[in-house]
């Protein structure tokens, strides 16, 4: 396991079935696996439950455990991908796609992040006057208190993002922190049960959270946690 993760947003071409999109993308996962510092794998289908932000708009997420500089991992991603040695379908330039490099900013869990079955995700970017590390430090406390309130959350990790790709640029001004939890039971049930923590005073929200830009996911995995061979 790692502590730092790279996430792959995508949508299937409007003529191409799941069916037929997870099979490919099944197998794919092992020619991104060849990249050196991709450890492992998993996949996920997801639906948006709160704002419409991206992420919210794309249907599928591959999550990429890491580990080492991530420079250096991307680029040699891209030499990957240039190479001729992945077999990428006709319709693959039809695939939407979003990515992001997370990097780790601490849980009271331990480093090493865990590919849950079922993960929420929950990003999000600071109200303008609020620097980062500001925000975050006050997202370390929230997390945590999320957790405790709330038997349906086992555990937390929270990530600095950092665009990937295809096209960084575009995501410059998009989520900047992401929270990701793993739940136990239905996200509407948890989520419910949270707003009740806050609306009887159990937890606690500054002045400026109604000025958090959010967007979260529910995820549910495909397939099993798959790793690097050899």
């Given at each position: 396991?790692?502590?730092?993760?790279?996430?792959?947003?995508?949508?299937?071409?409007?003529?191409?079935g799941d069916e037929q999109y997870n099979q490919w993308y099944d197998a794919h996962l092992g020619e991104i696996l060849v990249v050196p510092g991709f450890s492992a794998a998993?996949?996920?289908?997801?639906?948006?439950?709160?704002?419409?932000?991206?992420?919210?708009?794309?249907?599928?997420?591959?999550?990429?455990?890491?580990?080492?500089?991530?420079?250096?991992?991307?680029?040699?991603?891209?030499?990957?991908?240039?190479?001729?040695?992945?077999?990428?379908?006709?319709?693959?330039?039809?695939?939407?796609?979003?990515?992001?490099?997370?990097?780790?900013?601490?849980?009271?869990?331990?480093?090493?992040?865990?590919?849950?079955?079922?993960?929420?995700?929950?990003?999000?970017?600071?109200?303008?006057?609020?620097?980062?590390?500001?925000?975050?430090?006050?997202?370390?406390?929230?997390?945590?208190?999320?957790?405790?309130?709330?038997?349906?959350?086992?555990?937390?990790?929270?990530?600095?993002?950092?665009?990937?790709?295809?096209?960084?640029?575009?995501?410059?001004?998009?989520?900047?922190?992401?929270?990701?939890?793993?739940?136990?039971?239905?996200?509407?049930?948890?989520?419910?049960?949270?707003?009740?923590?806050?609306?009887?005073?159990?937890?606690?929200?500054?002045?400026?959270?109604?000025?958090?830009?959010?967007?979260?996911?529910?995820?549910?995995?495909?397939?099993?946690?798959?790793?690097?061979?050899?």
């Amino acid at each position: 396991m790692s502590e730092n993760i790279h996430l792959v947003f995508s949508t299937p071409p409007a003529e191409i079935g799941d069916e037929q999109y997870n099979q490919w993308y099944d197998a794919h996962l092992g020619e991104i696996l060849v990249v050196p510092g991709f450890s492992a794998a998993r996949r996920y289908g997801l639906q948006p439950v709160n704002g419409t932000a991206t992420p919210t708009e794309f249907r599928f997420l591959s999550m990429y455990e890491i580990e080492g500089d991530i420079p250096e991992i991307m680029e040699a991603l891209r030499k990957e991908g240039t190479s001729g040695n992945m077999q990428l379908p006709e319709w693959f330039r039809g695939i939407s796609f979003a990515s992001w490099n997370c990097v780790q900013l601490g849980n009271s869990h331990g480093k090493d992040v865990v590919m849950p079955d079922h993960p929420y995700l929950v990003f999000s970017t600071p109200p303008p006057e609020l620097s980062f590390d500001d925000y975050s430090e006050w997202y370390g406390v929230h997390l945590e208190e999320n957790v405790a309130n709330s038997p349906l959350l086992r555990r937390g990790w929270r990530f600095r993002l950092e665009p990937a790709g295809p096209s960084p640029d575009a995501y410059r001004d998009g989520p900047a922190h992401l929270a990701m939890y793993e739940l136990e039971g239905d996200v509407e049930d948890m989520r419910s049960g949270l707003h009740k923590k806050i609306e009887a005073g159990g937890i606690v929200l500054p002045d400026w959270f109604a000025g958090i830009r959010f967007a979260s996911l529910d995820a549910k995995a495909l397939g099993g946690r798959v790793a690097k061979q050899g």
